[in-house]
């Protein structure tokens, strides 16, 4: 029997800051790879022993990305929406309801959609293993063999053999440790505790019946009461919210007497750190990682992110330097944990650099600021072809867009027209319009806005193909 | 008698890039001060002993910048122009000329424009005594009695002492030592070589004739030949050029046995490097200097400039960061030597990012690329009140201009009119037009630009107000 993929996407990754944010975290970027690490999670799901069709469990405000990242990669899935964040159990809770709806025996694969496995292989392997102990009602979580005393990681003490494979009893989970502590476990034999599982979907809601009903019960009901729309299931919102916000390992791992550590030696990393990043990447031969446009003189052992602009380094090793168009982080490679207590504290000073990119990311394309004063806001809108923007219009500003390629559609009130490039229009406030891309090619305009007031949130919208709040 | 100033504006600032660029060089820019370096330079010379008119000496493609300096602190001057670089020896020789025109007994104070001087009452008490001693026909140098054992700087040893001031014979000049011999200097009592100077203009040209005659003459030739353009002064192109391109440390002060030393311990500073830049800046408890949008987690003693953008430093020391709109540096602040080096390399691989910012500065206002690609280019242009452009057509491009602020007069052909905000105009390929402020707010408008080819050299000039050439 297949095994069904439950990926949890729920991570907002702010320790990668400033190239992962709450409005495109982690799981969408790719780091020394072609596709995004969601979508890398999808394709190592895509052996013989899985279920083709893989179960998300995503935040809304995500949705358009993880189905476009699937989109590329031609897997479909179905995607459940979480109108809140209730933590790692909830979310499993919700995936192993939608697996046991396609088959009440099914076995449950539960990976983050944020980690790194490079060798598929050796990974379909040790899943397909494991099953046999899945099969006896064990609850498996996968123990990475440490190569070094990391304190990134939590860790777990392996205890009595179950099987005559690599499943071991747990012995005890523990916190992430300093350093010291790191050192002690490896010569103990601890293992690694990647946050991946492998268990009976019904295995697991027995345990929820015991150990946390009433998380169950919430999302049971947001479950029942869940609304299809287009490829998503959305979860009913308010029995959702009455979920506690636990992980799995406090709420059913660590006391449960069903735990089993399954043992691997697969490289693995939950990119959780600029460091993390530099050490599964590509290095010169002076120990450098260069993403994007860089020169580095006199310099080893740094990993750079250029977006958009040259960055430089002089004379100086070890560092972590990650420049986006709107910010830019320098942070000693140790140190990385920080960069997490910099955005809570940008967070709690406003920042939208804090949560959001320049760049949005919206079903029908993105747009990019490029400028702004108090007056006006300059932006560059890319619309992918098929991309349809909502019938809008604003109450405190006004518009001109000058189409520089493609071919758009422009409706303004009563008149629709297709533009070529080189030819611009101007959308008057409280006009009704909408821009709609029926070419074959991506249309990109450059869009001055002026007036009073430039928020997003001056938006009426009249009718979308996407079915979204005004928020969205 | 007045000392007449001559202010040298020849440097281009390399070791402060990417906020010191050739189109931009240092002494345009201000470190913790409302006025740029070379503003106060200016400005440190108007007490009584001085002549109110300085002479500037200074390169062709800065006169704009340097005449809108002294415009806004209401400096009158007389700016020599520079039509090559041919090093500080030339440079102070057509100061030299043009101050005997003004007057055959002038005493000249040669400063760098760069140079950071604070204590404004003791520069002028030491300049003061000094002239007794150069009335006399002594060549004099400023040697400034070291904080510390700097690297960056040449040493002079002062020699027997001249008069009853603070005037010594120079036993040697000497090179920018290492860390040792900079040690060994400072207590044998070296003093920094500052590179200002104090002479009568016509002692430092006799020492010419008899050590420099092939400079002297080139640059009398030049001098003698050149023609005034508005507030400039344009020393004749192919006589200036003729001149051998050398130092006057080389040239002179090491060789004439009039060379003397007049020490001084007021604070002084090339602003030579990142690290120095820190030194002179008021910091915060952590010892770090932030000047613009910056915030820092756990770091000491950094220097953060950052403009347009979000920059931040976690867990990290002694670095400088340097944010632009199209570059970043990031550097041990002990190791700033090598940006130059790192320049250079730029230079070498034809990065534009090398020389040129994104906002590019013209008598008229000034522009910025906001965003570019193969088909289109934006920017912002800002006209300031007064500000005409040149009457101009483009083989290669159109243009469509958006008015956010202002109201602009814009020809295209025949067609003459004024603009409100939020209005837009097209000009299409080949149309004759200008762009002109005739009111008395700064007109900003967002041009984007399309065509096969977008280099600014697609520029006809049909008219000109202010005498350019295409590419100034």
Request: charged share 25%; glycine share 6%.
């Amino acid at each position: 029997m297949p095994i069904i993929p439950v990926i949890l996407s729920g991570g907002s990754g702010t320790r990668l800051w400033p190239l992962s944010r709450d409005s495109k975290p982690k799981q969408f970027l790719n780091f020394g790879s072609e596709h995004s690490l969601i979508q890398e999670t999808a394709l190592r799901c895509q052996s013989e022993i899985f279920d083709p069709r893989p179960i998300f469990v995503c935040a809304e405000s995500h949705r358009f990305l993880i189905a476009e990242d699937l989109l590329n990669i031609g897997v479909s899935a179905d995607i459940l929406l979480e109108p809140a964040r209730r933590n790692s159990c909830a979310a499993i809770t919700a995936g192993c309801l939608c697996a046991i709806a396609r088959n009440p025996e099914a076995i449950v694969l539960v990976l983050a959609a944020d980690h790194q496995i490079p060798d598929i292989a050796a990974f379909s392997k040790a899943v397909s293993q494991a099953t046999k102990d899945a099969d006896t009602g064990h609850l498996i979580t996968f123990g990475i063999q440490p190569t070094k005393p990391a304190t990134g990681y939590g860790y777990i003490l392996p205890g009595g053999q179950i099987s005559n494979h690599d499943c071991y009893k747990v012995e005890k989970f523990v916190e992430k440790p300093d350093q010291k502590t790191a050192e002690k476990y490896i010569q103990d034999g601890y293992l690694w505790n990647s946050g991946n599982f492998l268990f009976k979907a019904q295995s697991f809601i027995d345990e929820m019946m015991i150990l946390a009903p009433e998380i169950l019960k919430a999302v049971q009901e947001a479950h029942q009461k869940a609304e299809s729309d287009l490829d998503f299931l959305r979860l009913e919102k308010d029995a959702f919210e009455r979920s506690p916000s636990i992980s799995v390992d406090y709420a059913i791992m660590e006391q449960t007497k069903k735990a089993a550590v399954f043992t691997v030696d697969y490289q693995w990393s939950d990119v959780g750190s600029w460091e993390a990043v530099w050490e599964v990447s590509n290095k010169s031969d002076a120990g450098n990682v260069v993403i994007g446009d860089a020169e580095i003189v006199d310099g080893r052992n740094n990993i750079v992110h250029s977006v958009g602009k040259l960055t430089t380094l002089v004379g100086i090793d070890d560092v972590a330097v990650i420049t986006t168009s709107d910010a830019v982080l320098v942070t000693s490679k140790s140190q990385a944990e920080n960069v997490k207590k910099l955005v809570t504290n940008l967070q709690d000073n406003g920042r939208v650099e804090a949560n959001e990119a320049l760049k949005i990311f919206r079903p029908w394309g993105n747009y990019e600021r490029l400028d702004m004063d108090d007056q006006y806001q300059v932006k560059r809108i890319v619309v992918t072809p098929g991309g349809v923007l909502s019938l809008q219009k604003h109450r405190l500003r006004s518009e001109h867009w000058v189409v520089v390629s493609g071919n758009p559609e422009v409706t303004i009130d009563d008149d629709v027209r297709t533009l070529e490039p080189n030819q611009s229009v101007y959308v008057p406030l409280g006009a009704v319009h909408r821009l709609a891309n029926h070419g074959k090619e991506p249309v990109v305009l450059i869009e001055v806005q002026t007036g009073d007031y430039l928020g997003e949130d001056d938006i009426i919208r009249l009718e979308d193909v996407y079915n979204r709040n005004s928020d969205s």
